[in-house]
Nanobody, 116 residues
């Protein structure tokens, strides 16, 4: 079992930056992959970015070049650096992790609001 807690959400103006953190209750060494999802109002939940235990990353086309996912195993934390934010990025962002290819964990989510 592992608990995931997100932080760093808030209100930011278009063009601004925000850094989200997802901290696990234990080592994330065996969590593979870890990812950030988001759900905007009236939209389906979508995968924003993911990162494997080896550091390989993938991004949704809509955020490529603007968002960066990273993981710090020593701090049991995964980050999502969001730059050049757009109003379309407004959503609840949730941290996700997979353990042993059979268990999935979710954080409670953090609200990101980007104003025009």
């Amino acid at each position: 079992q592992v608990q995931l807690v997100e932080s760093g959400g808030g209100l930011v103006q278009a063009g601004g930056s925000l850094r989200l953190s997802c901290t696990a209750s234990r080592s994330i060494f065996s969590l593979n992959p870890m990812a950030w999802y988001r759900r905007a109002p009236g939209k389906q939940r979508e995968l924003v970015a993911s990162i494997t235990s080896r550091g390989s990353t993938n991004y949704a086309d809509s955020v490529k070049g603007r968002f960066t996912i990273s993981r710090d195993n020593a701090k049991n934390t995964v980050y999502l650096q969001m730059d050049s934010l757009k109003p379309e990025d407004t959503a609840v962002y949730s941290c996700n992790a997979v353990e042993s290819s059979i268990r999935t964990y979710w954080g409670q989510g953090t609200q990101v609001t980007v104003s025009s």
